[in-house]
């Protein structure tokens, strides 16, 4: 289970450029945007005047908020930031100053209602896009080297959106949301797991343009050989952990973890409930039996250890989870996906809410990694047994409150993304992170062993 850095701070050159001329890249700039927006207007556009301004849960913002949110922002990074205009709504910064003001206390502040939230960030939206038209990709500052200021944004605004489904998920009421299933896979009959050979592999972005600060610099990393599952844990295999008595027996929790669990009696993931020997779920609004071939999902970090160890075996680190997912043995270099260095298609990740659920395990061949490793990208958020830590050489840019304040033991590593996250906001090197009690959002896991070298 060692994770080592040997050559801390370098570029190694194996991993995956994006080739993009300046042109190529605000073409995808402007695409993103757009694609970021739309999807923005249909989970604010789907419910009515009360639904935005309610707060579903003390966990989660007004919907209304963080649509005037995204525009604040984007107002402050492309607008004042990139193209040195003058604010449009100063007065409105420190309502929409994440670390300024609490979720659980944005509700009582005097926010923009729902049509001039609207409004507001319509007007941001035409603004930037002119700017985006004029802003030199090369040759200029950071900030717009490459077009990463409007990358970032982009990112920024699908950030939030995969919040506000989240918010939708909580919402009592009837279901507003509605998305095509992933559809049957057939019955996956391959190995359980897939062994990972020791050695080092190159490990975070290199040659990505819009790649966060957290996960530069990239660096070799030694890894020792382990085995990780085929495909995340499923929702008919934590039920066997349940039916066993896993909530009821401490040994395979951590005090916390244990503790928690029976402070607040927890029983099972988040939205299942049991019904005459069935366990059922609600989702987006409606009861379903749960389905048992699909990747579990809403269960915190607690829950994922605690199954890891009932089965013998233990959470991957984050970098055992990366070079699962970007090691290619024949070549020795680290892939921007698990698939290879192209962007993410239908045939490989469930991704950007085409559907509302995770795909049966074992989908999307098309996207395994060189292993045989599958659905490391998309349908559920994963689980890894690091905490979230800068990387050797890390520099907070182009501001700290994006990753540096949160480094430290408080928060877990997850990786790989959900079926609610759009593309430009996932890859083999992206890094999320979340406290180990959260589960409302769309987290599942797999587990990983150690074998000998």
């Known amino acids: 289970m060692t994770d080592s850095v040997t050559d801390s701070v370098t570029d190694t ?32 556009g789907c419910v009515e005047e009360p639904d935005l301004t309610a707060q579903h849960s003390p966990l989660m913002s007004p919907l209304v908020w963080d649509l005037a949110h995204i525009g604040n922002q984007e107002e402050q990074w492309l607008l004042r930031a990139v193209a040195g205009q003058e604010a449009i709504r100063p007065e409105i910064d420190s309502l929409y100053d994440a670390f300024e003001h609490p979720r659980s206390e944005r509700p009582s502040l005097p926010l923009l209602p729902p049509a001039e939230a609207r409004r507001y960030a319509a007007d941001v939206r035409g603004r930037v896009l002119d700017v985006l038209a004029r802003t030199p990709f090369e040759g200029t500052t950071r900030l717009t ?60 972005a290199t040659g990505e343009p819009w790649a966060l600060d957290n996960e530069l610099p990239a660096h070799r990393r030694e890894v020792a050989s382990f085995a990780i599952d085929t495909t995340p844990v499923t929702n008919g295999a934590y039920q066997v952990f349940i039916e066993d008595g896993g909530y009821d027996d401490p040994r395979w929790w951590t005090a916390e973890g244990w503790a928690h669990i029976r402070r607040h009696a927890i029983r ?63 070549t020795g270099r680290s892939r921007r996906y698990p698939w290879g260095d192209a962007d993410p298609g239908a045939e490989h990740a469930n991704l950007g809410q085409r559907h509302l659920r995770p795909a049966p395990a074992g989908s999307y061949p098309a ?65 999320n992170w979340d406290y180990p009690i959260r589960r409302q959002i769309f987290s599942g896991f797999r587990t990983a062993r150690s074998v000998d070298a």
Do not use: N
């Open 367 to 431: 996207g395994e990694s060189p292993l045989g490793v599958r659905q490391l990208i998309g349908d559920v958020w994963e689980w890894t047994a690091s905490d979230f830590l800068p990387y050797p050489g890390f520099t907070a840019f182009p501001y700290k409150e994006y990753s540096e304040v949160f480094f430290g033991p408080d928060h877990k590593v997850l990786r790989g993304g959900s079926f609610a996250v759009d593309p430009v906001a996932c890859r083999g090197t992206f890094r």
């Open 13 to 44: 050159g194996h991993g995956s450029p994006v080739p993009a001329d300046p042109e190529t890249l605000r073409e995808r700039a402007l695409a993103s945007l757009l694609i970021a927006r739309d999807r923005t207007a249909l989970l604010t």
């Open 145 to 204: 080297e490459a077009g990463f200021a409007f990358g970032m944004i982009a990112q920024h605004e699908q950030q939030h959106d995969e919040t506000m489904l989240i918010t939708h998920q909580l919402r009592k009421g009837p279901q507003a949301l509605a998305a095509p299933d992933p559809g049957p896979a057939p019955l996956f009959t391959g190995p359980s797991e897939v062994v990972v050979p020791g050695g080092p592999f190159t490990m975070g």
């Open 268 to 330: 099972a993931p988040l939205f299942w409930h049991g019904d005459g020997g069935q366990w059922l779920r609600r989702r987006f609004g409606a009861t379903e039996i749960v389905p048992p071939d699909e990747p579990v999902l809403h269960v915190c970090w607690y829950e994922a250890d605690a199954y890891a160890r009932w089965a013998g075996r233990r959470l991957p680190t984050e970098a055992e989870w990366e070079k699962a997912a970007r090691f290619d043995p024949a």
